[in-house]
T-cell receptor
Framework: AQTVTQSQPEMSVQEAETVTLSCTYD???????LFWYKQPPSRQMILVIR??????QNATENRFSVNFQKAAKSFSLKISDSQLGDTAMYFC?????????????FGTGTLLAVQP | GAVVSQHPSRVICKSGTSVKIECRSL??????MFWYRQFPKQSLMLMAT?????????EQGVEKDKFLINHASLTLSTLTVTSAHPEDSSFYIC???????????FGSGTRLTVV
């Protein structure tokens, strides 16, 4: 069975600073996708960034980047120049590529608070 | 981009009644819809996967008779909470595999309160 673990229930960062959210996962599959989703107080799920497991290059999206360590099964999210609007719950998620259902498996989440 | 419209956003119902939540895919056909439940400050728990024209697949521990899922068309999936009780109060979210490279499209969620 696949599992996703986020060991930081809550984190806080000062505006304009950099913060890294941790995520580890466990799977025996070789083809999969990893995602970071953001859930602000509105509770709308928003895709932040995604990484294909077969790609060695770490994905980046503006201020958001990942450190994907496939051998270690680690997928951390770095947020640079943190903004107040980044305050949200962040979920790491995993999906087997080509699986029967393509369902997302979510981690427990990290509540990030950006302080002014 | 792909949008999933979820209604209602909030509903309050009396214990023992049934509530239907709808998710419609706009501008794309959703042959599959995932239904999640989320408790406050917790993660999304997958309840079931619906597929157009066939029976839903429920995750272990989810009561099929309590959470009825119907996916009668390529653009509409519904979740009906039958004989609702206060412990069914929660936030329910649907999600469909979207078009393009960005994976999934989520509905805006439904906050159900059973009194």
């Amino acid at each position: 069975a696949q599992t996703v673990t986020q060991s930081q229930p809550e984190m806080s960062v000062q505006e304009a600073e950099t913060v890294t959210l941790s995520c580890t996962y466990d799977t025996s599959e070789s083809n999969y996708y990893l995602f970071w989703y953001k859930q602000p107080p509105s509770r709308q799920m928003i895709l932040v960034i995604r990484q294909e497991a077969y790609k060695q290059q770490n994905a980046t999206e503006n201020r958001f980047s990942v450190n994907f360590q496939k051998a270690a099964k680690s997928f951390s999210l770095k947020i640079s120049d943190s903004q107040l609007g980044d305050t949200a719950m962040y979920f790491c998620a995993f999906m087997i590529y080509g699986g029967a259902t393509n369902k997302l498996i979510f981690g427990t989440g990290t509540l990030l608070a950006v302080q002014p | 981009g792909a949008v999933v419209s979820q209604h209602p956003s909030r509903v309050i119902c009396k214990s023992g009644t049934s509530v239907k939540i709808e998710c419609r895919s706009l501008d794309f056909q959703a042959t599959t819809m995932f239904w999640y439940r989320q408790f406050p400050k917790q993660s999304l728990m997958l309840m079931a996967t619906s597929n157009e024209g066939s029976k839903a697949t429920y995750e272990q521990g989810v009561e099929k008779d309590k959470f009825l899922i119907n996916h009668a068309s390529l653009t509409l999936s519904t979740l009906t909470v039958t004989s609702a009780h206060p412990e069914d109060s929660s936030f329910y979210i649907c999600s469909a595999p979207g078009t393009g490279p960005y994976g999934y499209t989520f509905g805006s969620g439904t906050r159900l309160t059973v009194v």
